[in-house]
């Protein structure tokens, strides 16, 4: 069994900066990408940003140049760091874990996903 547990989200007030956390644990053999998506109240869930093993990056153009996406592959923990919030920010905020290997020999075929965090900008 896998799972994703998030971290990190809260009240910030616009401007203002926050650092989500979300680690992987279970049987885990290897974790190909991982990403933060979000959920605005009423929306869709859309992706925020995505880090291949290798450290490729990816993010939503709403949110170049303030969210970095960082990963420990040891940890098999990611990081997003939020800097200069806006309001429309606000959603809640999951995790992802792609192409998931629970051991050697054994094609990395399934997804999982963290039960989400909130993050709340006010204006």
């Known amino acids: 069994q896998v799972q994703l547990m998030e971290s990190g989200g809260g009240l910030v007030q616009a401007g203002g900066s926050l650092r989500l956390s979300c680690v992987a644990s279970?049987?885990?053999?290897?974790?190909?990408?991982m990403s933060w998506y979000r959920r605005a109240p009423g929306k869709q869930r859309d992706l925020v940003a995505h880090?291949?093993?290798?450290?490729?990056?990816t993010y939503a153009d709403s949110v170049k140049g303030r969210f970095t996406i960082s990963r420990d592959n040891a940890k098999n923990t990611v990081y997003l760091q939020m800097n200069s919030l806006k309001p429309e920010d606000t959603a809640v905020y999951y995790c992802?874990?792609?192409?998931?290997?629970?051991?050697?020999?054994?094609?990395?075929?399934?997804?999982?996903w963290g039960q989400g965090t909130q993050v709340t900008v006010s204006s």
């Open positions: 880090i291949t093993t290798g450290g490729s990056k």
């Open positions: 992802n874990a792609d192409h998931v290997s629970l051991g050697f020999g054994i094609p990395g075929i399934l997804d999982y």
């Open positions: 279970g049987s885990i053999f290897s974790i190909n990408g």
